[in-house]
Nanobody
């Protein structure tokens, strides 16, 4: 019902910017809270940013505050993550996520109902 498709990853240099996109190619009628998580090699998957289904509230991991912006597109269940000032520490697979639950807590991965396949972001020094 919900099929999340990410795009926009790639290889960039430190200090560069990147914009990740995520859309739902399924046929759900629901509008979902959506967000991004990332997983670096040898590390656990961690929260990056989240946005409410209305688009009026956003949440960011401390590491992303001030240098990233998450927004919703006009199409249902479409989001864009603009990341600036990238560093090698941002290298990871970035996963789009969607959840039926709504609220302010984005720390629980178990709250995520749908995942994209992931897109690789590599930042060289």
């Amino acid at each position: 019902q919900v099929q999340l498709i990410e795009s926009g990853g790639g290889l960039v240099q430190a200090g560069d910017s990147l914009r990740l996109s995520c859309g739902d190619s399924g046929r759900t009628y629901r509008v979902l809270d959506m967000g991004w998580f990332r997983q670096a090699p040898g590390k656990e998957r961690e929260f990056v940013a989240g946005i409410s289904r209305t688009g009026d509230t956003t949440y960011y991991a401390d590491s992303m505050k001030g240098r990233s912006t998450l927004s919703r597109g006009s199409a249902k269940n479409t989001v864009y993550l603009q990341m600036n000032g990238l560093t090698p520490e941002d290298t990871a697979i970035y996963y789009c996520a969607a959840r039926l639950l709504t609220g302010t807590n984005w720390s629980r991965i178990t709250d995520i109902d749908y995942w994209g396949q992931g897109t690789q972001v590599t930042v060289s020094s």
